[in-house]
C-alpha cells in the first residue's frame, strides 16, 4: 500500500488509514457467501437482447394491482444498490405503507456491468443502453407501459428510454438531472439559484472531475490496475462513496463496511471495472441529449448533497415536471441513503399519474 503525507485525511484522495482498516476487514472479516444470499432473495434473470446477455432483477409487486417500474442505476453502482428499496417498493403494506402503492420492480445491470454482458463493440453510448433498456421492458417482459426511474447515468438512459417510446413511458421520476441543460436567455442575469448551481457546477469541475477524464479519455489504462488489486479497486470506489453522499465525511454515516465492499466485490467477481467505465468513453465520443424537449409526466428528487442539483427553470426547458421534490437529507446514492424518502416520492408521483397501473 502506498504512503502518504501526515495529516492529510482524504485531501490527496482515499485515506490510507481507513482504507487499510476496510482492505483488513474484507480479508478476514467479510462473509461475501451471506451477501450473496441476500443478493439472491431477490428473483433475477438474464434475457439475450441482441448480441449481449442482459441480468436483471424482476421482482413482483404484492399489491393489489402493481405498477412496472424500471429502476436503472449508474457508476459506481449496480442493480444491488437497490437492495433496500426493492421491499419498501413492491411489499409497501408490510412496511406500514399502502399496498395500493406497490411496483413490479425491473432493475437491470447495465451492459458492461455486473452480471451483465460486456459490449464488444464501440457506440454502447446513453442512446444504445436505452434502447436495451426499452427491449428488455416491452419486448422481453411484454409490459406496455411503465414508469422509469433513475440517477447518475441511469438519469439520462431513463430519458432516452422516454423519448424512444413515450408512448410506453407513463412517468419519469429522477434523482439526478444528466442531459444537457442550459439558460433559455444567456443575456439575462443570473439569479441565486444559478449562480448556486454555476458555483457548485465548477466546484466539482475543480476538485471532483479527474475520474470522469480518465475514465472517459483512457479506460483501458486505469482498468489494467483496478482489475488487478483489490485494493485499489476499493480505493477507487469508496472516495466516490464519501464524495457524493450525505455522510459529512463518515462514510459509517450512511454505508455499512459490508456495503461498501459488496459494491466493489460486485465489479471485483465480474472483472467488469474496466467495462463499466467505458461508457464514460462512449458518451463522450457519441453523445446523446434528447431532439426536443421530453413531455413525458417527470418527478425530480433532489436530494441535498446530490453533486449535480440544476435550478427547476433549467430542468423544466428539457422535462415536463410535475412534481418536484427537495429532501431534507441524502446524496448522490439514494436508493442506499434514504430509500423511504425515494420510495415515498416515487409513489406519490406514480399515484398522480392519468395511468399508473399499467401492467403488462
Known amino acids: 500500500m502506498p504512503d502518504e503525507i501526515t495529516g492529510t485525511g482524504w485531501e490527496y484522495g482515499t485515506a490510507r488509514g481507513y482504507l487499510a482498516d476496510l482492505v483488513e476487514y474484507w480479508r478476514d472479516d467479510y462473509d461475501w457467501r451471506a451477501r450473496e444470499r441476500s443478493l439472491n432473495a431477490c428473483a433475477q434473470y438474464r434475457a439475450q437482447i441482441g448480441d449481449l446477455n442482459i441480468h436483471y432483477i424482476h421482482e413482483p409487486g404484492r399489491g393489489p394491482n402493481p405498477r412496472p417500474l424500471l429502476l436503472l442505476h449508474g457508476w459506481p453502482g449496480s442493480a444491488w444498490e437497490f437492495a433496500r428499496i426493492i421491499p419498501l417498493l413492491t411489499d409497501p403494506a408490510a412496511h406500514g405503507r399502502d399496498p395500493s402503492s406497490s411496483f413490479t420492480v425491473v432493475a437491470p445491470s447495465l451492459p458492461g456491468y455486473g452480471f451483465s454482458d460486456r459490449p464488444r463493440r464501440r457506440g454502447m453510448n446513453i442512446a444504445a443502453i436505452g434502447d ?3 427491449k428488455l421492458m ?3 417482459l411484454g409490459y406496455r407501459s411503465f414508469i422509469a426511474q ?12 422516454a423519448e424512444a417510446a413515450p408512448d410506453r413511458v407513463a412517468g419519469l421520476h429522477l434523482n439526478m438531472i444528466a442531459v444537457a441543460l442550459g439558460r433559455t436567455d444567456d443575456t439575462a442575469p443570473l439569479d441565486a439559484d444559478e449562480r448556486v448551481f454555476l458555483g457548485d457546477l465548477e466546484n466539482f469541475r475543480q476538485e471532483e472531475a479527474g475520474y470522469q477524464w480518465i475514465q472517459s479519455t483512457r479506460p483501458q489504462t486505469i482498468a489494467y490496475a483496478l482489475n488487478d488489486s483489490p485494493a485499489g479497486l476499493l480505493a477507487w470506489m469508496v472516495e466516490k462513496f464519501r464524495a457524493w453522499s450525505d ?7 450512511r454505508f455499512t463496511r459490508d456495503d461498501l465492499i459488496t459494491a466493489a466485490m460486485i ?10 467505465m467505458r461508457l464514460y468513453y462512449e458518451a463522450r465520443r457519441y453523445p446523446w441529449s434528447p431532439a426536443g424537449r421530453i ?4 418527478a425530480v428528487a433532489v436530494f441535498p448533497r446530490e453533486p449535480m442539483r440544476p435550478p427547476r427553470s433549467w430542468v423544466e426547458q428539457v422535462y415536463n415536471v410535475q412534481r ?5 437529507s441524502g446524496g448522490h446514492f439514494a436508493a442506499m441513503e434514504e430509500p423511504a424518502l425515494l420510495a415515498d416520492d416515487i409513489a406519490a408521483f406514480s399515484g398522480g399519474l392519468e395511468n399508473p397501473r399499467a401492467a403488462g
Open 132 to 134: 436495451v433498456m426499452l
Open 138 to 140: 416491452t419486448d422481453v
Open 150 to 161: 433513475g440517477g447518475d447515468w441511469g438519469s439520462a438512459i431513463a430519458t432516452r428510454v
Open 247 to 253: 455522510c459529512q465525511g463518515d462514510l459509517g454515516r
Open 267 to 276: 465489479y471485483w467477481v465480474t472483472g467488469t471495472i474496466g467495462s463499466s
Open 295 to 298: 413531455e413525458t409526466p417527470t
Open 324 to 328: 418536484w421534490t427537495t429532501m431534507p
